[in-house]
C-alpha cells in the first residue's frame, strides 16, 4: 500500500476549502464503490485535483478514510446541534434531534457503504471516533434532559442518566435497522419517524397537577 507523509496541518481558506472538497469527494467515491475498489486516482478526478496533491493532505488511503468518517461525524454532530438550538422546547428538542438522525442515516450514502459486508477493511479506526461521537452524545442528552427538569417540563423524578442512555439506545437500534438491507422491522417510512418521536417524548412530560 503506497503511502506518502501528510503535509503540516494548515489553515488557510484555500487549504481549507480544498481539504472538504477532496473529503466530499472521496465520501462520494466510498459510497459508490467501496473502500476496496476506491483508488486514490478515483477521488483525485471527483476532486479536481491531482493524485499527489491527495497524498499531500492525506498520506495514504486508510488514513482518507479516517479523516471522511470524522469529518461525517462532525457534520452529523453540527446537524443535530443546529435542530436543538433552533427547537422552543426541550421535547421538541428531542423530537428534532430524533428527525436528524434519522433523515441523516438514510441521507448518507457512506453510512450504508460502511454497513456493508465488505466494508470490514474502511471500517477500521471508525470504532474510536464512533465511541467518542457517542460519548459527545450521551452528554448533549444529559443536557438536555436536566434543562427540561429544571424548567418543569418534564418529570421531576427523571433518571436524568439513566434515561439518556435508554433514549440513545433507542436512537441506535432505529438507525441501525436503517442501515441494514434486510432489517426484521421496516421503521423507514414518516408514520415510524412520528410514532417513535411521540413515543419518545410522551413518557418524559410532566404531568399536569
Known amino acids: 500500500m503506497q503511502s506518502h507523509p501528510a503535509e503540516p496541518i494548515q489553515h488557510s481558506p484555500r487549504v481549507a476549502q480544498r481539504r472538504l472538497r477532496i473529503l466530499g469527494a472521496a465520501a462520494q467515491c466510498f459510497a459508490k464503490s467501496g473502500f476496496a475498489r476506491t483508488r486514490i486516482d478515483d477521488v483525485a478526478a471527483a476532486a479536481g485535483v491531482s493524485r499527489a496533491l491527495v497524498y499531500n493532505h492525506f498520506g495514504s488511503k486508510e488514513e482518507l478514510a479516517r479523516e471522511v468518517q470524522d469529518h461525517m461525524l462532525e457534520e452529523w454532530s453540527a446537524t443535530v446541534d443546529r435542530a436543538l438550538a433552533e427547537a422552543p422546547s426541550c421535547g421538541e428538542a428531542l423530537e428534532a434531534w430524533l428527525r436528524v438522525n434519522l433523515a441523516d442515516t438514510r441521507r448518507r450514502p457512506l453510512l450504508l457503504a460502511m454497513a456493508a459486508a465488505d466494508a470490514a477493511q474502511m471500517r477500521l479506526g471508525f470504532e474510536e471516533s464512533a465511541r467518542r461521537a457517542m460519548a459527545e452524545w450521551r452528554d448533549k442528552l444529559v443536557a438536555l434532559l436536566r434543562q427540561g427538569v429544571a424548567q418543569g417540563e418534564f ?36 408514520r415510524h419517524l412520528r410514532a417513535a418521536a411521540e413515543l419518545l417524548v410522551a413518557g418524559l412530560r410532566r404531568t399536569p397537577a
Open 155 to 190: 418529570r421531576a423524578d427523571l433518571d436524568v442518566e439513566t434515561t439518556a442512555e435508554v433514549l440513545r439506545a433507542m436512537q441506535v437500534g432505529l438507525i441501525q435497522h436503517l442501515l441494514s438491507s434486510s432489517p426484521y422491522v421496516d421503521v423507514s417510512g414518516e
